[in-house]
């Protein structure tokens, strides 16, 4: 079974970078699409970034072009690489591993989150105005 444990983010200024990290131990599936969440208080959780099994990404319109996603394979960690964040960026982030899944689907149809195998355990970033 899969086991997720996030490290990075804290606090930054709008237009400043963090970057959050999530360490995967356990079994992983061979087809399985690595996700950032984020949910901020009074809203629902959402997906920010995804890294599928072929090395694919996709992002979300509200932070394309200024989050980054990757995955060391050697190290078996998932990297966020947040630049230019803005105070709407404010949320906790959460990394996901789904199994037996294509990326495209599950950032297309939140029903797939059911898929979801592991989370991270959550990580405040907090950027101010």
């Known amino acids: 079974q899969a086991r997720l444990m996030q490290s990075g983010g804290g606090s930054a200024q709008a237009g400043g970078s963090l970057k959050l990290s999530c360490s995967v131990s356990?079994?992983?599936?061979?087809?399985?699409?690595l996700a950032w969440y984020r949910q901020a208080p009074g809203k629902e959780r959402e997906g920010v970034a995804y890294?599928?099994?072929?090395?694919?990404?996709i992002y979300s319109e509200a932070v394309r072009g200024r989050f980054t996603i990757s995955f060391d394979a050697a190290a078996a960690v998932v990297h966020l690489q947040m630049n230019d964040l803005k105070p709407e960026d404010t949320a906790v982030y959460y990394c996901?591993?789904?199994?037996?899944?294509?990326?495209?689907?599950?950032?297309?149809?939140?029903?797939?989150?059911?898929?979801?195998?592991?989370w991270g355990q959550g990580t405040q970033v907090s950027v101010s105005s």
């Open positions: 356990g079994y992983i599936a061979p087809s399985v699409c």
């Open positions: 890294f599928d099994a072929d090395s694919s990404t």
């Open positions: 996901a591993a789904a199994r037996y899944i294509r990326c495209t689907l599950l950032h297309a149809d939140r029903r797939a989150e059911v898929s979801i195998a592991a």
